[in-house]
C-alpha cells in the first residue's frame, strides 16, 4: 500500500514517515498541498495532511481529494486543542483525524484502523436512505421509530430486545444512520459466535505475542469502530468473565488490548441486542445486573410478527417486489388470509424466506398458499416430547439422559444451536460447552 504525506514540516514529515513504514507501507512525501495534487496523479491507498501547510491548506486539500478521489481514506493532523477544525474535517470527510502532540503508536493506531478491512468495506457499502428502515403501519412499532430517530442524536447506549427475525440489526443500523456519527463506520460483532478468550481479543484487540498465534498486532472492534457506532449483537451469551471486561469499556470508555501495558481511548456508540429477556437473565444471575443496567439507558423492545398481522400484507408486498420487481402479480386474498393466520416463529426473516420461495414456485402467477410452503409442522417441542421423551430409560444417569435430550434436539432442530439451546431452555454458550464436552464440533 502506498502512502501519500503532505506536511511541511522537516521534523514531522521524518515521524509521519517512519510511522508509516512501520506498519508496512510506502511512504510518500511532498511540502504543501499543491504537490499532494500533483502527486495524486499516481495511486494511493491514503493521504496525511497536515492541516496548517503553504501554498494550500489541509481542508482545501481534502475537499480537492473528496471531489476527485473519494475512494482515498484522509487523515488530517491538526494542531493540539484545535478540536473545531478536527470537528471540520470529519464533516467534510475525513476519515480521522490526530492531534498534534501525538506519539508514533497513536498516529500508527489510527492508520491501522483508516485502512483495516473492516473500514474499507464501511466507506466502499452504499449508504442506505435515513428514511424508515423497518416497515410497519402498527401503532407500537410506529412509536418504536420515532423513539429510535430521537435518541439517535444522543450518545446514550441502547439495548434492543426482541425474538429473533424481528429487525434488531435493522433498529440498530437505523440508529447509525440517523445519528451525527452516520458518516462513521458502523461495527457488528455476534457476541455468540465465538468463544470466551477469541471474542476478548475480537472485541479489545491484542498485542504481537500476547498469545500462542498472535504473530501482529490487532485492532479490537472498539478501536475500529472509534467515532462510529458498535453493535453487541446477541450481548446475552457473552461469558461472566468478559462482561465485567466490558463493563469498565463502557465506564471508561478505553479498551485494554490482550497483552497491552496501556490502556487505549475510544469514542464508540454502543448498541447491544439480544432475544431473551435480560433483565430475568439478570434476576437469575446468568449476566451480571451491573452491566444490564449500564445497557439499559434506553431499552428499545419489538414485537413478534404475530402480535403485528396487520404488517403482514406490507411486508409480502414489499419483500415479493423485491423479488420480481413491478411486475403486477397480486396475492389473492384467501392466500394473504392464510398468510396473516401462520404465527411465523420465524418472524420477518421467515416471512421474506417464504415470499422468495412463493416467487420462484409461482413462476410468473399469483402465488397460492401452498407455494410459501408454510404448512405449520408438528411442534419442535411435541416432537421432542414424543420421539426422543421415551428414549430415555430406567438405568441412565441423569449425565447420559442430558447427552441424548441434547444431541437429539439438536438433530431435530437441523442443527440450529440458536433453536435448540432456546427449546431445551439453555443458553448458547452453555449449549457449546456441552458439546464440547462430548466432543462435537
Not at 494542531?79 to 508514533?104: C, L, N, W, Y
Not at 440489526?169 to 444512520?177: D, S
Not at 481479543?201 to 500462542?212: D, I, N, P, Q, V
Not at 420480481?324 to 384467501?334: F, H, T, Y
Amino acid at each position: 500500500m502506498r502512502v501519500l504525506i503532505a506536511e511541511d514540516d522537516v521534523h514531522m514529515q521524518l515521524a509521519v514517515q517512519s510511522c508509516v513504514q512501520n506498519v508496512g507501507y510506502e511512504a510518500v512525501v511532498v511540502s504543501d498541498g499543491l504537490q499532494a495534487v500533483k502527486a495524486l496523479e499516481g495511486n494511493f491507498d491514503l493521504i496525511i495532511s497536515d492541516q496548517r501547510m503553504p501554498n494550500m491548506t489541509g481542508q482545501e486539500l481534502l475537499k480537492y481529494v473528496r471531489d476527485k478521489f473519494p475512494a482515498i481514506p484522509f487523515i488530517m493532523i491538526t494542531a493540539h486543542g484545535t478540536i473545531t477544525q478536527a470537528v471540520e474535517a470529519m464533516q467534510a470527510g475525513a476519515a480521522d483525524f490526530i492531534a498534534k502532540p501525538f506519539s508514533a503508536e497513536d498516529l500508527e493506531r489510527v492508520i491501522e484502523r483508516v485502512l483495516s478491512p473492516e473500514q474499507k468495506e464501511y466507506r466502499q457499502t452504499p449508504r442506505t436512505s435515513k428514511g424508515k428502515a423497518i416497515i410497519t403501519n402498527d401503532p407500537y412499532m410506529i412509536r418504536v421509530l420515532e423513539i429510535v430517530e430521537a435518541v439517535s442524536k444522543s450518545d446514550a447506549t441502547i439495548l434492543v430486545q426482541g425474538e429473533s427475525g424481528t429487525g434488531k440489526e435493522l433498529i440498530a443500523r437505523m440508529v447509525h444512520q440517523v445519528s451525527p456519527r452516520a458518516e462513521q463506520p458502523f461495527i457488528a460483532v455476534n457476541c455468540a459466535a465465538l468463544p470466551a478468550n477469541l471474542l476478548e481479543s475480537e472485541l479489545f484487540g491484542h498485542e504481537k505475542g500476547a498469545f500462542t498465534g498472535a504473530e501482529k498486532r490487532k485492532l479490537g472492534k472498539f478501536e475500529l469502530a472509534h467515532g462510529g457506532t458498535i453493535l453487541l449483537d446477541e450481548i446475552s451469551e457473552m461469558e461472566l468473565g468478559l462482561q465485567a471486561k466490558l463493563l469498565r469499556v463502557l465506564q471508561e470508555r478505553e479498551v485494554d488490548r490482550v497483552g497491552g501495558s496501556s490502556p487505549i481511548s475510544v469514542d464508540v456508540r454502543v448498541v447491544a441486542t439480544t432475544n431473551r429477556n435480560l433483565a430475568r437473565e439478570a434476576e437469575e444471575g446468568r449476566f451480571r445486573a451491573d452491566l444490564y443496567y449500564r445497557l439499559n439507558v434506553i431499552p428499545i423492545t419489538l414485537t413478534p410478527l404475530r402480535e403485528r398481522q396487520n404488517d403482514i400484507p406490507l411486508l409480502v408486498e414489499h419483500f415479493m417486489r423485491k423479488v420480481i420487481g413491478n411486475s403486477g402479480v397480486k396475492i389473492p386474498a384467501e392466500t394473504m388470509r392464510t398468510l396473516m393466520q401462520y404465527p411465523w416463529p420465524g418472524n420477518i426473516r421467515e416471512l421474506q424466506n417464504a415470499v422468495e420461495r412463493a416467487a420462484i414456485l409461482a413462476q410468473g402467477r399469483s402465488p397460492e398458499a401452498k407455494d410459501f410452503l408454510i404448512t405449520a409442522p408438528p411442534s419442535l417441542s411435541s416432537q421432542i416430547e414424543k420421539e426422543i421423551v421415551p428414549s430415555i430409560r430406567s438405568g441412565m444417569t441423569v449425565a447420559e439422559a442430558e447427552k441424548l435430550l441434547i444431541l437429539e434436539t439438536l438433530k431435530a432442530t437441523g442443527d440450529n444451536r440458536t433453536k435448540a439451546a432456546e427449546l431445551l431452555g439453555i443458553s448458547i454458550r452453555t449449549l457449546r460447552n456441552k458439546l464440547a464436552e462430548y466432543r462435537v464440533d
